[in-house]
């Protein structure tokens, strides 16, 4: 008999965890139907059989907010943050801290209490781990969780890092969360849409995002994934256009919002989150630019985010010649955005040899043959130009060769094309003496 034992442990645990399947299957049924007593019921038995699971508890704070038991919701919110914190999860922290505030605006301390931890996180305090102490609510704490039986220690080296705030002190930091407005968004569903008003960016605080952008034949090519910390939706932002590119949550993904005009705000106030955000841009810009660009959409993300470091970010006006036919070629150009027009000499006549835009690039054909400039590059409007310099071109091209190929083969393009353009100028001058 004493054989058996093992396998009827087992049994049970198989019999618990088909039970806790059951119950949670019902409790999202109940909940999704707005039947929030069953929902209550069911999710408080998930808690017995799970008590350190915080999304149930966060559900179960939902389903108080919901119903009308705002003090109830609060309590219950207040360990789930508090929980979430411990565990180093700010960014979900900080979006249950502003369910609070939203049921309760007099709740300071909390928020408070989130900036310390974020401070202590960045070494703007001393000590490594933070006691929490046993006062009142009224002396400015939360209470602490029912059932400890010494106070909790709080395991800052372990709280995620957020960049976009990373420079923030205590106070500065409360004052960036009195901003910031929670989402939830169901798996599968666009946050926001390539071409839309970019009029807020976004921190990811639970769940994940995909980052999609349509190439030159319009197809929607996958750029990047983003997970809790990231932030995303500075491009519309810092360019004053439109989104660059669509965002859709890969499972059910929540994020802090923070408005334009807000975030106008805490940049007057704090340059600082504005240095950060424009030194992510650049980078994701040149990510971005090398996925839809012929010459490197065939590496991997990880090879990409390596060549993106060796791009500077150059900024030309309208009718500025950028390379000239017959000067030594050094460097290699892909055009961020704006336009550049590529032309020839041909008996004291301009010949247009192509009109290139965002993703396209230029200046390949004197790295490759080391001959000089063939033809003349101009900008035809304000552009923002990524450029590479020979000598990390050849770095590049010997760690990864398929940049080399792709690059011969546009240089053959473009050599038949111009070959076309002038027996094109050829024949106009030809009908001109004729007429």
Same mark, same amino acid.
Request: with cysteine; aromatic share 8%; proline share 4%.
């Given at each position: 008999?004493?054989?058996?034992?093992?396998?009827?442990?087992?049994?049970?645990?198989?019999?618990?965890?088909?039970?806790?399947?059951?119950?949670?299957?019902?409790?999202?049924?109940?909940?999704?139907?707005?039947?929030?007593?069953?929902?209550?019921?069911?999710?408080?038995?998930?808690?017995?059989?799970?008590?350190?699971?915080?999304?149930?508890?966060?559900?179960?704070?939902?389903?108080?907010?919901?119903?009308?038991?705002?003090?109830?919701?609060?309590?219950?919110?207040?360990?789930?943050?508090?929980?979430?914190?411990?565990?180093?999860?700010?960014?979900?922290?900080?979006?249950?801290?502003?369910?609070?505030?939203?049921?309760?605006?007099?709740?300071?301390?909390?928020?408070?209490?989130?900036?310390?931890?974020?401070?202590?996180?960045?070494?703007?305090?001393?000590?490594?781990?933070?006691?929490?102490?046993?006062?009142?609510?009224?002396?400015?704490?939360?209470?602490?969780?029912?059932?400890?039986?010494?106070?909790?220690?709080?395991?800052?080296?372990? =709280?995620?890092?957020? &960049? !976009? #705030?990373?420079? /923030?002190?205590? +106070? $500065?930091?409360? *004052? %960036?969360?009195? @901003?910031?407005?929670?989402?939830?968004?169901?798996?599968?569903?666009?946050?926001?849409?390539?071409?839309?008003?970019?009029?807020?960016?976004?921190?990811?605080?639970?769940?994940?995002?995909?980052?999609?952008?349509?190439?030159?034949?319009?197809?929607?090519?996958?750029?990047?994934?983003?997970?809790?910390?990231?932030?995303?939706?500075?491009?519309?932002?810092?360019?004053?256009?439109?989104?660059?590119?669509?965002?859709?949550?890969?499972?059910?993904?929540?994020?802090?919002?923070?408005?334009?005009?807000?975030?106008?705000?805490?940049?007057?106030?704090?340059?600082?989150?504005?240095?950060?955000?424009?030194?992510?841009?650049?980078?994701?810009?040149?990510?971005?630019? =090398?996925?839809?660009? &012929? !010459? #490197?959409?065939? /590496?991997?993300? +990880? $090879?990409?985010? *390596? %060549?993106?470091? @060796?791009?500077?970010?150059?900024?030309?006006?309208?009718?500025?010649?950028?390379?000239r036919e017959g000067e030594v070629g050094d460097h290699l150009y892909l055009i961020h955005s704006g336009e550049v027009e590529v032309y020839t000499e041909k008996e004291g006549r301009k010949v247009v040899l192509a009109?290139?835009?965002?993703?396209?690039?230029?200046?390949?054909?004197?790295?490759?043959?080391?001959?000089?400039?063939?033809?003349?590059?101009?900008?035809?409007?304000?552009?923002?130009?990524?450029?590479?310099?020979?000598?990390?071109?050849?770095?590049?091209?010997?760690?990864?060769?398929?940049?080399?190929?792709?690059?011969?083969?546009?240089?053959?393009?473009?050599?038949?094309?111009?070959?076309?353009?002038?027996?094109?100028?050829?024949?106009?001058?030809?009908?001109?003496?004729?007429?």
């Amino acid at each position: 008999m004493a054989g058996c034992k093992p396998a009827l442990l087992y049994s049970e645990k198989i019999n618990r965890a088909e039970s806790k399947a059951k119950i949670k299957e019902d409790a999202l049924k109940y909940f999704a139907k707005g039947r929030w007593d069953k929902a209550l019921e069911a999710y408080q038995k998930l808690t017995k059989l799970d008590p350190k699971d915080l999304k149930i508890r966060q559900k179960i704070g939902d389903i108080y907010s919901k119903i009308g038991k705002k003090q109830e919701a609060i309590e219950e919110y207040k360990e789930v943050a508090e929980g979430y914190a411990e565990g180093g999860f700010l960014a979900k922290a900080i979006a249950v801290t502003k369910m609070i505030q939203g049921l309760d605006p007099s709740q300071k301390e909390v928020q408070q209490r989130l900036a310390q931890l974020y401070a202590k996180k960045k070494g703007k305090e001393e000590k490594k781990l933070i006691p929490e102490k046993k006062v009142s609510p009224a002396e400015g704490e939360p209470p602490p969780i029912e059932g400890e039986s010494k106070p909790a220690q709080i395991r800052v080296d372990t =709280l995620p890092h957020i &960049p !976009l #705030f990373s420079e /923030l002190t205590t +106070e $500065e930091f409360v *004052k %960036v969360l009195t @901003k910031i407005t929670p989402r939830t968004f169901a798996p599968e569903s666009i946050i926001c849409k390539e071409g839309e008003e970019g009029n807020s960016i976004f921190v990811i605080s639970q769940g994940e995002v995909s980052i999609y952008k349509k190439n030159r034949e319009g197809k929607q090519t996958w750029l990047n994934n983003l997970k809790e910390g990231d932030f995303f939706g500075e491009f519309g932002f810092l360019s004053e256009s439109g989104r660059k590119a669509s965002v859709k949550a890969v499972n059910e993904t929540e994020v802090l919002e923070i408005s334009k005009e807000s975030f106008k705000e805490i940049i007057d106030e704090f340059p600082r989150v504005s240095e950060v955000m424009v030194d992510f841009y650049k980078n994701r810009v040149l990510n971005n630019l =090398l996925a839809l660009s &012929p !010459l #490197f959409e065939q /590496l991997k993300a +990880e $090879e990409r985010e *390596k %060549v993106v470091e @060796k791009f500077q970010l150059m900024v030309k006006d309208k009718d500025t010649i950028i390379v000239r036919e017959g000067e030594v070629g050094d460097h290699l150009y892909l055009i961020h955005s704006g336009e550049v027009e590529v032309y020839t000499e041909k008996e004291g006549r301009k010949v247009v040899l192509a009109h290139l835009r965002e993703g396209e690039f230029f200046g390949e054909i004197s790295l490759i043959t080391g001959e000089r400039r063939t033809a003349t590059a101009k900008t035809t409007q304000q552009t923002r130009l990524m450029v590479l310099s020979k000598e990390d071109f050849d770095s590049i091209v010997s760690e990864f060769p398929q940049v080399l190929e792709v690059a011969k083969k546009f240089l053959e393009k473009r050599a038949d094309d111009t070959i076309s353009s002038l027996i094109g100028y050829k024949d106009r001058e030809d009908e001109l003496h004729l007429v």
